[in-house]
């Protein structure tokens, strides 16, 4: 085989890891959306105080430490010991919980009713103050996060590739354990929102708010529980960036390349999320290898924009969206 | 007892559709005129100018040009950085001099004055706008919105990337070189801080009428109703395409024109990335939706809160208190998405409404019965 061919679909398959990873952003967008009809810009910010949140616990550093030095004047910044990983995935999630909780009450609750350009404007208000909530709370510097996922090159498919093609194909180990995870992820929400209670509660509060009221189901509390899974979701996007590139502030941008996932995929659409994810990365990916070079490069900013842009000229819906039928 | 219309006779049609129709407005608008352009050039200085009133002007001419297309049109926009960087860029090549290379031979415009230069700039701008506004005829809503983050993210790496729109300068940066109106310099090192001022102010005052005028005519009512709902809008009989575009070409050019300002006055050198980022796009928008979306009074009184605070935190904060630079950043936008939201719940329609409540209640006061 060529050398070139050989390369692009090196580039193909990472294009797919990358896109899984777009696509775990994405999904937690999907989530809100579907179940209280705001688009929640600050899933990204989410994801990154989920993951500042699990480093601090883990380090056990002490939260506000700067904060607390600057007024009082002391130097604490470690509690002196740290938690395993496991038990600190728990904690954040309680962590998120608990903020999720606090973003309903706080926020959304007070909003119900208004148009969604004004709730679009309160999660940006949003991710603007958890973004340095976090930062006060747990430092800004960048930090490593290691929770033990495995990292590096896969020997396996390299060696295997290197004997059939003659050149070994260079996939990360963490890209598969996040495609893996995703699967998973993917899989536990459907049966979560088909078969449970709760899950049905859901559906029919996206459905319709006022109809799902008049059957008994609580509106707040499928609100924490959306918020709440959105922030598991934020959890598991935040560990996979975080391993791979350090947590940091640009993990929040994350949510920006989210977005054409989700106008790919339809807002409202679970598989769309996943499907918008792996065209959005083997695109970008693809378009950055072969055209990239002539146009002068970092092509990524913006293909994925310009690609989703021109799709919904021709289907204004995304690709899985529910049909979009307008009546005056 | 000062604020109202019983009493004010109106005998022609002209004094009957004026800007202001009560007395107190208009004199008010007078008193503003007159302190802003008489008086202030005399008192100011270049701490006051460079940190609060040149961002002040100029943000209120992008926030205006935003409110045109999300508040009175109802396309939500977020490439409203990109298009800023649209009118530096302009502004820049027709300063320096528009280049152009016809089968290797190099022809040169003249450079043009500096207050042409912003003005073309800004018809450039309106230009790209209504490029990306095409697919606003197909896309809606928050579709749309993510759409526009297309052209935010791909002109600031067009700009990056096309040599010619910097004049191949090797840093990739544009430096604005000393131009001037009647002899006074308004950009480059050695402007006075009242020249630039009353630069910004002369553009800002006269958009902003216009913007007035336009919102309350024909114009602004089609778009309006494009807002409100554009099928029933299509059916009474306004075109979606000429309103939406219209809408798109009148925003672009306000935002460009304050992006040439932004660039060649304010900033004096830019760098796409740093001073046309993302970030711009939300800053403005925050200025329109805490003002107040469909209004230009509210778009005055966006930028101008969302100017102060940062000035005041971090006047209290490290001059103040005491605290490190980096906290107090951290505080800061911390506090700036809290106001946010808390406006969004007490106040969805922005400060613009409360000036309306506070219109309505003077207007019995002080005999509320």
Redesign the interface.
């Known amino acids: 085989m060529p050398d070139q061919l050989i390369f692009a679909i090196e580039v193909f398959l990472n294009g797919l890891m990358a896109g899984v990873l777009y696509a775990l952003v994405a999904l937690g967008f999907v989530l809100i959306y579907k179940a209280s009809g705001i688009?929640n810009y600050a899933q990204g910010v989410l994801a990154l105080f989920a993951a500042l949140t699990l480093v601090g616990i883990m380090e056990g550093q002490v939260p506000f430490s700067?904060?607390i030095n600057?007024?009082f004047g002391t130097e604490i910044h470690n509690f002196g010991f740290h938690v395993p990983a496991l038990l600190a995935i728990a904690l954040t999630m309680v962590v998120m919980v608990v903020l999720a909780w606090l973003v309903n009450t706080l926020?959304f609750r007070?909003?119900v009713n208004?148009?969604?350009?004004?709730l679009?404007?309160?999660t940006?208000?949003?991710?603007?103050?958890?973004?340095?909530?976090g930062?006060?709370m747990w430092g800004?510097d960048i930090k490593k996060l290691d929770v033990g996922l495995p990292q590096g090159i896969n020997g396996f498919i390299d060696q295997i590739t290197l004997d059939a093609l003659g050149y070994g194909f260079f996939i990360d180990n963490l890209d598969l354990v996040a495609t893996a995870v995703a699967a998973l992820l993917v899989t536990a929400l459907v049966i979560f929102a088909q078969y449970t209670r709760q899950g049905r509660a859901m559906r029919a509060v996206a459905d319709d708010h006022q109809a799902a009221l008049s059957v008994g189901i609580s509106l707040n509390f499928i609100w924490v529980m959306v918020w709440s899974l959105a922030g598991f979701v934020a959890l598991v996007a935040g560990i996979m960036w975080g391993t791979k590139s350090g947590v940091q502030f640009s993990l929040s941008l994350i949510a920006?390349k989210a977005?054409?996932v989700?106008?790919l995929g339809g807002?409202t659409s679970i598989p769309g999320a996943i499907v918008g994810g792996l065209i959005i990365g083997v695109g970008e990916k693809m378009f950055e290898f072969l055209i990239g070079p002539l146009?002068?490069?970092?092509?990524e900013?913006?293909f994925a924009?310009?690609l989703?842009?021109l799709f919904?000229?021709f289907r204004?819906q995304?690709l899985f969206g529910e049909k979009?039928i307008?009546?005056? | 007892m000062f604020y109202r219309e019983a009493g004010d006779f109106k005998t022609s049609y002209v004094d009957d559709g004026q800007t202001f129709p009560i007395r107190f407005d208009r004199y008010r608008y007078y008193a503003v005129l007159v302190v802003a352009f008489a008086v202030v050039p005399f008192v100011i200085n270049d701490y006051w100018v460079n940190s609060i009133f040149l961002p002040f002007l100029i943000y209120a001419i992008a926030a205006i040009g935003l409110n045109i297309l999300?508040g009175y049109c109802g396309q939500?926009s977020l490439g409203t950085g990109g298009f800023m960087a649209v009118g530096a860029y302009a502004c820049y090549k027709f300063m320096t001099g528009v280049d152009i290379w016809i089968g290797g031979e190099q022809y040169a415009l003249p450079p043009i004055n500096i207050f042409f230069s912003v003005i073309l700039a800004g018809i450039v701008t309106a230009f790209v706008g209504m490029l990306f506004g095409l697919?606003s005829l197909?896309?809606?809503?928050?579709?749309l919105?993510?759409?526009t983050?297309?052209a935010?993210?791909?002109l600031?790496?067009l700009f990056?990337?096309w040599e010619w729109s910097f004049n191949y300068s090797a840093s990739g940066q544009i430096n604005a070189p000393e131009r001037g109106v009647f002899g006074v310099a308004v950009t480059g090192p050695n402007t006075h801080a009242w020249a630039a001022y009353l630069f910004c102010l002369v553009f800002l005052t006269i958009l902003a009428i216009m913007a007035r005028n336009l919102t309350r005519g024909s114009m602004g009512r089609k778009w309006m109703a494009i807002r409100d709902?554009d099928?029933?809008a299509e059916?009474i009989g306004v075109n979606p395409l000429r309103a939406k575009l219209s809408a798109f070409a009148v925003s672009s050019f306000y935002i460009g024109i304050a992006g040439a300002l932004f660039f060649a006055v304010y900033l004096g050198a830019a760098e796409v990335g740093e001073a046309f980022g993302?970030s711009k796009s939300?800053l403005v928008?925050?200025m329109v939706?805490v003002g107040g979306?469909g209004s230009v009074f509210g778009s005055f009184a966006g930028a101008a809160f969302l100017v102060l605070l940062p000035v005041l935190l971090k006047n209290v904060l490290v001059s103040g208190l005491g605290?490190?630079t980096?906290?107090a950043a951290?505080?800061?936008?911390?506090?700036?998405?809290?106001?946010?939201?808390t406006f969004?719940?007490l106040e969805?329609h922005g400060l613009a409404q409360l000036w309306r409540v506070i219109k309505e209640k003077l207007r019995l006061w002080p005999f509320p019965h």
Not at chain 1, 114 to 118: A, F, M, S, T, W
Not at chain 1, 124 to 133: C, D, R, S
Not at chain 2, 333 to 341: E, K, N, T
């Open positions: 688009f700067h904060l600057a007024v926020i007070h909003l208004q148009e969604p350009i004004i679009f404007m309160a940006i208000g949003l991710a603007y103050f958890l973004e340095g909530f930062d006060i800004a920006l977005l054409p989700l106008m807002f146009v002068g490069g970092a092509t900013n913006w924009y310009v989703a842009l919904l000229v204004p995304g979009i307008e009546r005056v | 999300t939500v697919p197909r896309i809606k809503g928050f579709y919105a993510v759409a983050l297309a935010q993210f791909f600031v790496w990056n990337k709902m099928i029933a059916i993302i939300f928008l925050f939706i979306l605290w490190p980096d906290l951290h505080l800061e936008i911390m506090i700036v998405g809290g106001l946010i939201v969004l719940i969805p």
